[in-house]
C-alpha cells in the first residue's frame, strides 16, 4: 500500500509544473490567479474537518503561532509568484529541478544560524550547485527569458525552504489542519493583494481556465501532498524525502511526453547533478549530528515540497 501512496504522491507533484505551464499557455489564466485558488481552495478543504470537529482550534492560536504562520504565508505567496511565473520564462524541466533545491537552501540557511553539518550535506550542496551553473549555462546561451526563469524558479526555491523553516516554528502547538488552513488562506489574500497590484485578474477565465486550476489543485495540492503527508505515519520521513526528489525526473517526462519539451544535454546532466546532490543532502541532514538533542524547529529538515 505505501508503494501505491508514493506512486501516487510522486505523480502528483510531478504533474504540478506541466500542469500549470500547460495551463498558462492555453487559457487566459494568470500566474497568481493559480496561486490564489489552489491555497483558497486548499484552505477550505483543510479548514473543513477542523471546523467540524474542533472550531475551538482556531480560537487557541497565540501570537507566536500567528506570527510564524504570517511569515510562512509570505514566503508562501511569493514563493508561487516566482515558481509560477519561471514557467512562463524556463522550461519545466529546469524550473522544477531548481525550486526543488529548497532542501539545500535549508542547509544554507542553517549554516548561517551556526548549525554544523556533516561534510556529505557540504559535498551535496557542492554537486546541486554545479547542477544549477549546468543549467542556468545553457539557457544563458538560449535567451535572457530562460536565464530569468532559472533564477525565479531559484527565488522559488528559497522562499519555500523559508516557508518550510517558518512552518517548523508555528507548528510546534498547532494541528496539521488549522495550521494549513491558516497558512493557506492567509497566503491566498497575500497573493489577492499581489493580483490587485500587478492587474493580474482572478476571475473571467474560460471552462479550459477553471478546468486546469481545478487540476493544479486536486493533483498537486490535495493528492500528491496529502500522500506523502499519510506515508510520514508510515515510512521514516529520510525515505520518504528520498521519495519526493523523484518529482525532478518525474516533471521532466511528463513534460516531454505532454508538453513536446525538449532540452539540450547539458541540461539533463545539470538536473541529475541537482538530483544526486539533494539526494545527498537530504541523507547527510537526516543522519547528521546537528540535529540530535534539540528542538524540532532546529532540527535539520526536509520537508515536503511546495509545488
Not at 71 to 88: D, G, P, Y
Not at 209 to 221: F, K, R
Request: aromatic fraction near 8%; include cysteine; glycine fraction near 12%.
Amino acid at each position: 500500500m505505501n508503494l501505491f501512496f508514493a506512486a501516487l504522491g510522486v505523480l502528483g507533484v510531478a504533474s504540478s509544473g506541466p500542469l500549470i505551464a500547460a495551463t498558462l499557455g492555453a487559457t487566459t489564466v494568470t500566474a497568481l490567479a493559480i496561486a490564489f485558488w489552489r491555497n483558497a481552495i486548499a484552505a477550505a478543504v483543510m479548514a473543513t474537518p477542523t471546523l467540524i470537529r474542533e472550531p475551538r482550534q482556531f480560537g487557541r492560536i497565540g501570537r507566536y503561532e500567528f506570527r510564524w504562520s504570517l511569515v510562512a504565508a509570505v514566503a508562501l505567496a511569493l514563493h508561487f509568484a516566482c515558481f509560477i511565473t519561471s514557467l512562463q520564462l524556463t522550461s519545466v524541466a529546469a524550473a522544477t529541478a531548481l525550486v526543488c533545491l529548497q532542501s539545500a537552501w535549508i542547509a544554507i540557511i542553517q549554516l548561517f544560524r551556526g548549525v554544523r553539518h556533516r561534510w556529505q550535506v557540504l559535498v551535496g550542496l557542492g554537486i546541486s550547485f554545479g547542477g544549477v551553473v549546468a543549467i542556468t549555462g545553457f539557457d544563458m546561451g538560449t535567451s535572457a527569458d530562460a536565464l530569468l526563469g532559472d533564477l525565479l524558479a531559484m527565488a522559488g526555491g528559497l522562499l519555500a525552504g523559508i516557508y518550510t523553516l517558518a512552518g517548523g516554528r508555528a507548528r510546534q502547538s498547532m494541528t496539521t489542519g488549522t495550521y494549513t488552513a491558516l497558512c493557506y488562506g492567509m497566503c491566498a489574500v497575500l497573493v489577492a493583494v499581489l493580483a490587485v497590484f500587478t492587474n493580474q485578474p482572478l476571475t473571467g477565465f474560460d471552462a479550459g481556465g477553471w478546468l486546469g486550476i481545478l487540476a493544479i489543485t486536486v493533483c498537486a495540492q490535495l493528492v500528491g501532498h496529502t500522500a506523502f503527508n499519510h506515508l510520514l505515519a508510515t515510512m521514516s520521513p529520510l525515505l520518504v524525502s528520498m521519495v519526493i526528489l523523484l518529482e525532478i525526473p518525474g516533471a521532466a517526462l511528463l513534460a516531454a511526453v505532454f508538453l513536446n519539451e525538449t532540452l539540450p544535454a547539458g541540461t539533463y546532466a545539470g538536473l541529475a547533478l541537482i538530483l544526486v546532490g539533494l539526494a545527498v543532502v537530504v541523507a547527510g541532514q537526516r543522519n547528521g549530528k546537528a540535529g540530535r538533542g534539540k528542538p524540532p524547529e532546529e532540527r535539520p529538515l526536509a520537508e515536503l515540497g511546495a509545488d
